[in-house]
């Protein structure tokens, strides 16, 4: 059974620093698509950043420069650095992963396996 449990989210201050992080049990996660996707109140979940199986990573235009996807394959561990949060961070955000057979996709419907989410709020 696939398991991932996100930690990390939390309030801060506009211009402030957040790191999520996302452990991964049950699917070989050295070969896994991972991603960091977010969901505000009335908006639909949308792709934050992914990374491959390679490390190769993608960001949203809106993130871009200001997060910070990384894996620790050692851990089965998925990180995301945020920093100069800005209050259109705010949301609920989801680990979600693909395995053998995942592509490098910023689409929710490419991957079957979600975490739970961790709340992120950010205030002036």
């Known amino acids: 059974q696939v398991q991932l449990v996100e930690s990390g989210g939390g309030s801060v201050q506009t211009g402030g620093s957040l790191r999520l992080s996302c452990v991964a049990s049950?699917?070989?996660?050295?070969?896994?698509?991972m991603g960091w996707f977010s969901q505000a109140p009335g908006k639909e979940r949308e792709g934050v950043a992914i990374?491959?199986?390679?490390?190769?990573?993608y960001y949203d235009q809106s993130v871009k420069g200001r997060f910070t996807i990384s894996r620790d394959n050692a851990k089965n561990t998925l990180y995301l650095q945020m920093n100069s949060l800005k209050s259109e961070d705010t949301a609920v955000y989801y680990c979600?992963?693909?395995?053998?057979?995942?592509?490098?996709?910023?689409?929710?419907?490419?991957?079957?396996?979600w975490g739970q989410g961790t709340q992120v709020t950010v205030s002036s």
């Open positions: 049950g699917l070989p996660f050295t070969s896994a698509y």
């Open positions: 990374i491959s199986p390679g490390g190769d990573t």
């Open positions: 979600a992963a693909a395995g053998r057979g995942g592509v490098f996709s910023m689409l929710p419907k490419r991957y079957p396996y």
